[in-house]
């Protein structure tokens, strides 16, 4: 069985719906507040785990009631395995506020994720094998992150980065991966290039099998040697765009954990995300696992959906789950 190592951040997420953005300097009024747990790490996680895919999650929090909470919520998700660290640092925060026109923005913070050592985080993931993937975003270090890349690497495990948010100078760590997914903004800040496809060039040069970049309703490019495909987004009403871009690297992630082909993994992504604009908030928005379904039944098909997750459902039934 294939499993997915997922290795990043778990916080508190705070949402405030706004009529639009605060300009600098101005205070407005919030028309509604969301409580709940989010991070990329943890909304890829639950949203590969709905996606069929064994997950073992790996991130930190403190020792607070906001640590308590978040560790609840994922145990009702019934991963593969829950790997959490517990710190003296408090639970990393979220603060989101989402327009009425479905932008967003996002201040988190880190303290927390980032105290944690290559050596507490290697540890965790000490029986990766061959047979398993990881995925990873921006939230931990830099060495940290080069470190769990290179370990798995030295395993034999596929390894996906997430390039999100991008707050690294050094973009080599991203050579060592099989794959990187990240939306225009970032993969500008990567290469220095503006046009996307170029970019995305510029980076496979340097060492990735492939790059996807997500384009917002445009849809998103896959760049691999000698092919560039452009896939459209599925047409819709978006009403809070805080957690597509989760959905789709968690779906992505998970589809070719079970070997799905790529271009249909991407399309599943998209679809997935598409439900996700739809709705409010980060981690409710997250589609459901019996939607998540019918998802990969529209793109792969009943006997693609049974023949990607045999494995998954087989290791989970001995781990005795």
């Not at 509604?32 to 639950?46: E, S």
């Not at 979220?94 to 105290?115: D, H, P």
């Not at 980065?161 to 225009?184: H, K, Q």
Request: hydrophobic share 50%.
């Amino acid at each position: 069985m294939k499993r997915l190592f997922v290795v990043g951040n778990a916080v508190a997420d705070m949402t405030f719906l706004v009529e639009r953005a605060p300009r600098a300097g101005e205070s407005v009024l919030s028309l509604a507040v969301q409580r709940a747990p989010g991070g990329k790490g943890l909304n890829q996680a639950v949203a590969a785990q709905r996606a069929g895919a064994a997950v073992v999650f790996h991130a930190s929090v403190g020792n607070d009631s906001e640590g308590a909470s978040i560790r609840q919520r994922l145990e009702a998700e019934r991963m593969h395995a829950l790997r959490m660290v517990s710190c003296d640092v408090a639970t990393d925060l979220s603060v989101v506020t989402v327009a009425r026109s479905g932008e967003n923005s996002i201040v988190t913070a880190a303290g927390c994720t980032r105290a944690l050592e290559p050596s507490q985080v290697i540890a965790q993931i000490a029986d990766i094998t061959a047979a398993d993937m990881l995925l990873m975003q921006g939230n931990l270090t830099l060495d940290c992150t080069r470190a769990v890349i290179e370990y798995a690497r030295e395993q034999g495990a596929t390894v996906i980065v997430n390039a999100a948010p991008w707050c690294w100078p050094d973009p080599s760590v991203l050579a060592r991966c099989a794959g990187v997914i990240a939306n225009e903004g970032e993969i500008r800040d990567i290469s220095n290039v503006d046009e996307p496809e170029q970019a995305a060039r510029w980076l496979l040069a340097r060492g990735p099998e492939w790059v996807v970049v997500t384009l917002g309703a445009r849809g998103a490019l896959l760049v691999r040697a000698g092919q560039t495909v452009h896939l459209p987004a599925s047409p819709v009403v978006a009403v809070d765009t805080s957690g597509a871009g989760d959905v789709f690297c968690g779906v992505l992630a998970a589809l070719l954990s079970q070997a799905s082909p790529l271009t249909q993994a991407i399309e599943c992504a998209q679809r997935a995300a598409a439900l996700a604009v739809e709705r409010h908030g980060t981690f409710g928005s997250i589609p459901r696992a019996d939607e998540m379904r019918r998802v990969m039944q529209q793109v792969l098909g009943e006997t693609g959906v049974a023949d990607a997750t045999a494995g998954v459902v087989a290791g989970v039934e001995a781990a005795g789950r």
